[in-house]
């Protein structure tokens, strides 16, 4: 079945600090795509990245970053030199593709991250 | 383009009212998804559908109704609503070949 596993609740850092989030995922398909959100106080969802399955190369925007590695189905996420403006609740997602035909989502059940300055 | 719209932002209800929360598009898209959001349970799809006039159950669809009579709109209903379904609920649409769902701004729905 399909899962999305993320085991860290809450996190907390001081400001500049480096900080990673973990996201493990199970899935049967072999054609899938992965997400993160963050979710800021003000409640929208904000998509940060899409990665499909055949793609494993990491990718680096600004201060953010992710690794993909499909021998370990995680998806990291890590923030580079961490602001207060980055605390926010962040989701890794799951998206089923061609077994069902639906392109519903998994969600993680999020973690909370804190930036205290 | 107005993207995923919900009615309405906020809404409390007493135990035992109904309510129907509107989920619209305007880009044209095949797929519509309802999603619960809980504290420490990420999000978990109510109903989605699949095109005009199909709907289908999700993860967690007990004490919800949907209906999709025109494309561009997604109806939520509670009918007899509990104090279990005081949540944030988020629409999302997707097209085919986009590869990724755009969500609404969520529902805050309270149920004393």
């Known amino acids: 079945a399909q899962k999305v596993t993320q085991a860290q609740t809450e996190i907390s850092v001081v400001e500049k600090e480096d900080v990673t989030l973990d996201c493990v995922y199970e899935t049967r398909d072999t054609t899938y795509y992965l997400f993160w959100y963050k979710q800021p106080p003000s409640g929208e969802l904000v998509f940060l990245i899409r990665r499909n399955s055949f793609d494993e190369q990491n990718e680096i925007s600004g201060r953010y970053s992710w690794n993909f590695q499909k021998s370990t189905s995680s998806f990291n996420f890590t923030i580079t030199a961490s602001q207060v403006v980055d605390s926010a609740v962040y989701f890794c997602a799951l998206s089923e593709g061609k077994i069902s035909g639906t392109y519903k989502y998994i969600f993680g059940t999020g973690t909370r991250l804190k930036v205290l300055a | 383009n107005a993207g995923v719209t919900q009615t309405p932002k906020f809404r409390v209800l007493k135990t035992g009212q109904s309510m129907t929360l509107l989920c619209a598009q305007d880009?044209?898209?095949?797929?519509m998804y309802w999603y619960r959001q809980d504290p420490g349970m990420g999000l978990r799809l109510i109903h989605y559908?699949?095109?005009?006039?199909?709907?289908a159950k999700g993860e967690v669809p007990d004490g919800y109704n949907v209906s999709r009579l025109k494309k561009q709109n997604f109806l939520l209903g509670l009918e007899s609503a509990a104090p279990s379904q005081t949540s944030v609920y988020f629409c999302?649409?997707?097209?085919?070949?986009?590869?990724?769902?755009?969500f609404g701004p969520g529902t805050r729905l309270t149920v004393l």
């Open positions: 999302a649409s997707y097209r085919r070949g986009a590869h990724e769902q755009f």
């Open positions: 880009m044209n898209h095949e797929y």
């Open positions: 559908s699949v095109g005009e006039g199909t709907t």
